[in-house]
């Protein structure tokens, strides 16, 4: 049995209970974020905490805790669950709700504590470093039907949910959204890059998609490798007919995608481009 943070305490995960009044349960009302962590470093960890700080004030929540709290639940829960795993590969949940109210009525409530919940689960070895080794993924290719906010970490996944649940039905990893002007946003759970001619782009930031953490570490270990990084709108036609296509997340770092909707990307390996692009992830990562 794992072991997991739940309002200052830290206890056996199923132990961890929450009244169903609270408005993370009825409404999607809070915030999460998940944080890498290999052999106990945290990847990004300022950028998560802030990321979190962002999102809960976006909805009106205090953040209960500074980000040198964060670590220390973070570092915690590592240390705690560390032998419950065969690897040193963990990945820490974080959740504030906006905590239960005794009535269900939209509106904010005024003087409920907000529910703080963690915990640890085992997420993928890092990315190999060369392109013979490395995991190829498919994906669907859907319209984006999720809200207006996706910016927010939002617990409201609902959207995320279906659109992923659509690519798991087709039997693929994952599912690349585009807006209704057919430019690609995200994916469900992952940011979306990808190469023509060695120029590798990666929508810019706005209401339509999360500012990931691993693409902005991407971006800046990129730029730091000499790689040629830009912000900007791609459609569904220019991704079927990249080079490359990658995706971003905290658990996947960069992976890469070579069939997207049944059509083959480039020549239907993982990239040049690709390897390029983890070696200059690792090399950063961990200063990020
Ligand atoms: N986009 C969405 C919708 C996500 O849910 C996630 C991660 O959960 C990402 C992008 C990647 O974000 P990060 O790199 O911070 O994990």
Redesign the pocket.
Known sequence: MTIAFLNGEFMPLAEAKISPMDRGFLFGDGIYE?VPTYDGAPVGFKGHTARMSDGLSAINIDNPYTPEQWREILDTLVSKNSTHFSTGNIGIYFHVSRGADVKRYHAYPTGVTPTVFGFAFEIAPPQPTNKQSAKALKVALEEDKRWQR?HIKSTSLLG?VMHFQAGADAGVNETILFNSEGMIT??????VFMVKDNVITTPPLNHQ??P????AIAITAFKNAGLDVKEDWFSKEDLLNADEVWL???SKEVAAVTEVNGKQIGEGIVGPVWEKAIRAYHAYKFDA
């Open positions: 998940v996706c995320n995200e994916a469900s759970a992952c940011n998609l999360l990931g953490i691993t693409r971003t997340s905290s």
